[in-house]
Structures are given as C-alpha cells and as structure tokens.
C-alpha cells in the first residue's frame, strides 16, 4: 500500500525512480600537462557542464573540480564545451591553480 501512494506521490511531484542520474562520459583529454575528465551531470532532460582538472605535482596528484550553470540538450555538446571549459580555466590560471598543493578543490 505504501509504494501505491508513493507512486502516486512521485508523479505529482516529478520524483523518479532513478536517485542517481547517469552522466554523460568521455575519454580524459590532456592539456598543458593537465588531465581534463568531463563529467556532465544530467539534470532531467538536460546535461550541466561538469568536470575535473588533474596534474601530477611531485608524485601528488591534485584535482580541481568545476561545475558550471551551462545547460545542454545534447550529451555530446555538454561534453564538447566541458573541455573547452576546462582548457579556458587552464590557460587562464597557469601554475596558479594548482599553485597551493591542495589535493582537492573546485574552481
């Protein structure tokens, strides 16, 4: 009886069954001695542009994590501009974003 109303609860509301949301995937791209992974998130219909920045800093690797509010319908493109992000965030930080060896942190 209570996965009846909980049915009915999750399509007034717009709940899904699903909790986590598949993302779209790609294989990681270098750039300037970074590893760029994009990792969009899907948000229903529509994909968020996410990703993470990594390099290899005296045997350490550290990471730094960005998710934007740019929105796509298509996989393919919120793949294609998450790497075009994650280059614009390089060439525009240089050395400085990775320059206080934290391991982990968003941009």
Do not use: W
Request: hydrophobic share 40%.
């Amino acid at each position: 009886m209570a996965s009846f109303f909980s049915n009915i609860f999750s399509a007034f509301s717009g709940a899904s069954k699903d909790k986590a949301a598949p993302t779209a995937t790609a294989e990681p791209q270098a750039h300037a001695g970074c590893t760029i992974h994009a990792a969009p998130i899907r948000e229903g219909s529509q994909y968020r542009l996410a990703g993470r920045i990594e390099k290899v800093v005296d045997g350490e690797t550290l990471e730094r994590t960005f998710i934007r509010a740019d929105v796509f319908t298509s996989a393919d493109d919120a793949l294609e501009c998450t790497f075009r992000k994650a280059r614009q965030i390089i060439d525009q930080n240089g050395t400085a974003l990775f320059a206080d060896g934290v391991r982990s942190r968003p941009v």
